[in-house]
């Protein structure tokens, strides 16, 4: 099964991921894509640039059950891409209610109404939080499933819950367990974009905890969502789960670096050592993460191996899209110290 001629349905559509599939599917030739989104975390700015009459916007939650079964219905929906979730790690730590209503009662939600409505394709955003800390690098689709936060457990029962709609009710489903994925229009608040917004727009050296050997993985958003495109058409996906990363370390320091680097600025790289869950005395607005893991490098073979999927764009360059769009989006960097 290819997207041509579908009516596609991306809850979060308005997100970061949720946007840039938004664009694939429509330059897919789908149908009709419908974003259905709450805008608590999305924006339409996202998705302003967009001027094609197959793109249709909804505002609801997946919390709202009717809602949400009576736009499957009415849309004639055949695939359905979930992102729609509590993104923020932080919000699953201070209020794990509120994360796990939305993670996991919202994805039952999209999988209810799939079933019911009789739709073809469900493809669900899991993540690497799943995982843990890593007992050995990379980590591939076998390693224990230990999550250190909140956050990690909704989405690792969302995405049992995704698997066992397959295995029980026939429902063609998949799901991606993402490394850090990054690009033009990701959300502030993570190590790369809080490194860039330093760097390149207050001239001033990013900020590393610890000793920045902490091994982190990017993968572009691109390429995060042609494995999408590629799930869809792939009889072997169906109720598997994939990782979908570089497959590659770099640690903060070296991340810090590079964006020195590549900014050609006479920076040097500021190490600060606040305590978990305290604020950086360099970056009021950066809080260290409780549980912080030492080291987070996915596995891609599967992915290689059953999608023939596998990361196209450099890390370098991707970061320099990213580099390029913030600067080019100011307005959507105004950010609260976080209290």
């Known amino acids: 099964m290819s997207v041509e001629g579908k009516n596609v349905l991306i809850t979060g559509g308005a997100g970061f991921i949720g946007s840039h599939l938004v664009e694939n599917y429509l330059a897919n030739k789908a149908e009709k894509v419908v974003v259905y989104d709450d805008f608590s975390t999305g924006t339409i700015k996202n998705l302003e640039h967009i001027k094609d009459k ?20 009415k849309e004639e929906i055949h695939v359905i891409d979930h992102l729609a979730a509590e993104l923020e790690v932080y919000t699953g730590i201070n209020d794990s209610i509120k994360d796990a209503k939305i993670n996991i009662f919202g994805t039952l939600n999209v999988l209810n109404a799939a079933f019911e409505n009789r739709v073809e394709k469900v493809l669900f955003a899991s993540s690497g939080a799943v995982y843990g800390e890593a007992r050995y690098l990379p980590v591939d689709e076998r390693h224990p499933l230990e999550p250190h936060w909140p956050y990690g457990v909704s989405k690792l029962s969302a995405e049992r819950y995704v698997l066992q709609y397959h295995k029980l009710f026939g429902l063609d489903t998949t799901a991606f367990r993402y490394s850090i994925v990054y690009g033009p229009r990701e959300w502030f608040g993570r190590v790369l974009t809080m490194f860039i917004k330093r760097v390149f727009l207050e001239d001033k050296p990013p900020v590393v905890f610890g000793d920045g050997n902490q091994l982190r993985d990017f993968v572009y958003v691109r390429d995060v969502v ?20 570089s497959g590659k370390g770099i640690s903060i320091k070296e991340l810090a670096d590079k964006l020195i680097e590549i900014s050609g600025k006479n920076l040097e790289v500021v190490f600060d050592n606040p305590a978990e869950g305290e604020a950086s005395r360099f970056q009021p607005e950066r809080v260290r993460l409780m549980g912080e893991l030492k080291r987070f490098v996915l596995s891609r073979e599967k992915a290689e191996h059953v999608l023939g999927w596998r990361p196209s764009v450099d ?17 959507r960097w105004n950010v609260k110290p976080r209290v």
Do not use: M
Not at 54 to 73: A, H, Q, Y
Not at 315 to 331: A, H, S
């Open 54 to 73: 197959r793109l249709k916007i909804i505002e609801g939650s997946v919390l709202d059950r009717e809602r949400l079964n009576e736009i499957v219905r």
């Open 226 to 245: 042609r494995a999408h495109l590629l799930a869809v058409g792939n009889s072997k996906a169906k109720g598997e789960v994939f990782n979908i990363s």
């Open 315 to 331: 890390f370098e360059d991707g970061v320099l899209k990213e580099v390029k769009w913030i600067i080019e989006n100011k307005d």
